[in-house]
């Protein structure tokens, strides 16, 4: 059961942190162009800066990129507490 829980959790941070890089890649693209693409593969994007860099620029809360970022601690909190069950 631990193994599930361990998978599952690892699916979930794995996955949320792709889809905010692909969140934060389209976002440079989009206000730079190919420069901001190169930007996005160099630059962090930060947990506060960005989120609000963008409702600044775009007008537009991203609750989204919030959502991943939640659903990417659950993931991290689920694979620690299955790993703790380990010894």
Known sequence: MRT???IIG???YIGSGLLMFFFWLMAMSSW???LGTIL????APGAIIFPLVFWFVEGVFPVSYFILW???IVGIVI?????????
């Not at 996005?40 to 630059?43: D, I, Q, S, T």
């Not at 694979?79 to 010894?87: N, R, W």
């Open 4 to 6: 599930i829980g361990i």
């Open 10 to 12: 690892q699916i979930l």
């Open 32 to 34: 730079l162009g190919l």
């Open 40 to 43: 996005a593969f160099v630059l």
């Open 70 to 72: 939640a659903t990417g």
């Open 79 to 87: 694979t620690g507490i299955a790993s703790s069950f380990d010894e």
